[in-house]
């Protein structure tokens, strides 16, 4: 699988934002893709972006799950083509989806 120049860049922005547990904001993730304001609405709107990005205030957000997979399966899981939602995606807080993860977790 080729990976996107925008995707890419995506990875490795939120992976170096996650390793050093730094809080960033929509402008850094569009300065570091080239990406327009509306394709980040409409990855954040669907849910794709839930597994990675997480609200943490009023627009500020950190990064999560991105230093234990490779950049082919963190493009696999944003492909737009699988309609695939992030579990918690409607969740604001990282507490949430964490909770929401443990209990699924739990169930298999």
Known sequence: ?????????????????EAENKEFVKEDILAATGWKPATFSTYWNKGQLADFISEVSEGF??????????EIEFAKLLSQ???????????K?????????????NCS
């Open 1 to 17: 699988m080729k990976v996107t120049k925008a995707l890419s860049s995506l990875y490795q922005f939120l992976r170096s934002h």
């Open 93 to 105: 807080s990282k507490l949430s989806k964490a909770l929401l993860s443990k209990s699924r977790d």
């Open 81 to 91: 083509s699988k309609h695939r939602r992030g579990l918690g995606h409607n969740c």
């Open 61 to 70: 957000y950190e990064a999560s799950n991105c230093l234990d997979i490779t």
